[in-house]
């Protein structure tokens, strides 16, 4: 990703299994074949938590490790 935000590359992990809601908690569930080689974030989202990282690194003055999520709506929600 470059400062402004434009996305240059991408190097997609494998991906076998998700967790998923279920009653009474999680579920673990094979990934879809069609999700299975799709980026797990798309550009807009990876842009989001790029902005977070750099106002975050900034204010502590330096690099910090930070967890992330999505929500259904889409909504960013920095978790630690």
């Keep these: 990703i470059r400062k402004d935000g434009t996305v240059t590359a991408r190097e997609l992990g494998l991906k076998e299994k998700r967790i998923v809601p279920a009653a009474g908690g999680t579920a673990e569930e094979p990934v879809p074949a069609e999700d299975v080689e799709r ?3 798309t550009d807009d989202e ?3 938590v790029l902005e977070a990282a750099v106002a975050i690194e900034r204010h502590y003055e330096m690099p910090m490790d930070i967890e992330f999520a999505f929500g ?3 909504h960013f929600y920095l978790l630690q």
């Design 46 to 48: 990876l842009t989001q």
């Design 39 to 41: 980026s797990s974030l």
């Design 72 to 74: 259904h709506s889409g």
